[in-house]
């Protein structure tokens, strides 16, 4: 049913609880290549333990995102949905990557800078290469779209980096991906630091709506959110809490800038953040409903799960034994 399809993948790590920024940013859209693509998406555990996690904790996140990938409308039938550790080529491709990607390279990925220096006392080598594991997710599947946020094009440049570089040394063996970034909602801020991207990791809880939050938390926090000193709903200098507010509101209603300013023109701050809070509640409601339902019936999940895994396996398998050949080592007695 897929032949000849073009690839997208993605991943999402199963950590934190996935925000408002995950939600409009990245997986509200992956829904709509479906009929165009094949599409991966993959909840990519072996990436999560770069830092430290609580075995029990990670496991029920894993069917948590999964469970929350197929309530954000990603049909198991449409999409490959499976979990990065159930496909052993993932490692296996990291690592023959890892031998083609240089010392430097890695040294200078801004997210290794950052993570190390939140986690001083557990720098470990996963943490560094975590962009060639990266890199290995997204060649494994021959992708040319990869839908993420802005703040993975730098592990996106390298993916394709390390692609051109291998295709160089051995031939086309790669295709080489493209990022997706969707260019209005890129990037939802902090609600109480605008200018901060929203993270599923901020310890303020008012800064972060989470797609699971209940309707009147969602509305508490952006009640609190951050604006200027001003009143008027517009873009302009300084007026960053409430451009968020709009490009928000705008990804979840589909109206421009201009329109969102005439139709809050005259009225004040609280009431359009009353108008964010109950359009974003209202856009979650229906995902925290069938997240419930899903969350409750572990053995679909698991039965999702495996279906995934094989046929991301299938697609895997053939680039691996192409990688395989390319590099000199010597068939394998179960696939020869
Ligand atoms: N690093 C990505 C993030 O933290 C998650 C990820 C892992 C990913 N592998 C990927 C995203 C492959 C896109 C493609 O957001």
Redesign the pocket.
Known sequence: MFKDKKVV?????PTGMLTLGNYLGAIKNFSSFSDEYRCYY?V?DM?AITVRQNPAELRRRTYDTLALYIACGLDPEKNVLFVQSHVPAHAELAWVLDCYTMFGELSRMTQFKDKSAKNADNINAGLFT?PT??AA??LLYQAEL????D??KQ?LELSRDIANRFNGVYGETFVVPEAYIPKTTARIYSLADPTKKMSKSDENENAVIRILDERDVIIRKFKRAVTDSGCEVRRGEGKEGIMNLMSIYGAVTGKSPDEIESEFSGKGYGDFKLAVGECVADALCGVREEFARLSADKKYLEEVMARGAEEASRAACRTMSKVRRKVGFTDRADVR
Do not use: A, R, T
């Not at 993948?9 to 790590?13: A, C, D, R, T």
């Not at 990869?146 to 946020?149: A, I, K, T, Y």
């Open positions: 993948f993605s991943g999402v790590q993959c990519v990436h975590y594991l990266m997710d997204i990869v839908p993420v946020g703040d993975q592990h």
